[in-house]
């Protein structure tokens, strides 16, 4: 039998870092390991007219940033044509 608290055991390289039993996990505030885990976010600013109709600005440079941004995140990126066409 493996006592996952003894620092000693194979599966340990100290004290500070061994395995342990299911349980809670303590995480800072600050840490990013989570944050935005397999997500990208692109907003994109649209406009009225007068005549009424609505145009979305430059939506080709947000497609390219959310290409840029899902190669990052190792995600595969949606191709321009189709984000501008969405």
């Given at each position: 039998?493996?006592?996952l608290?003894d620092?000693?055991?194979?599966?340990s390289?100290?004290?500070d870092?061994?395995?342990?039993?299911?349980?809670p996990?303590?995480?800072?505030?600050?840490?990013?390991?989570?944050n935005?885990?397999?997500?990208?976010f692109?907003?994109?600013?649209?406009?009225?007219?007068?005549?009424?109709?609505?145009?979305?600005?430059?939506?080709d440079?947000?497609?390219?940033?959310?290409?840029?941004?899902?190669?990052?995140?190792?995600?595969?990126?949606v191709?321009?044509?189709?984000?501008?066409?969405?």
């Amino acid at each position: 039998k493996v006592d996952l608290d003894d620092p000693t055991t194979p599966f340990s390289a100290s004290a500070d870092d061994c395995l342990r039993p299911f349980g809670p996990i303590e995480l800072y505030p600050t840490s990013t390991v989570l944050n935005y885990g397999q997500s990208l976010f692109e907003g994109l600013k649209a406009f009225r007219r007068e005549d009424g109709t609505i145009v979305m600005f430059r939506p080709d440079m947000n497609a390219r940033r959310m290409a840029s941004g899902a190669r990052r995140f190792l995600l595969p990126a949606v191709d321009l044509e189709t984000f501008v066409a969405a």
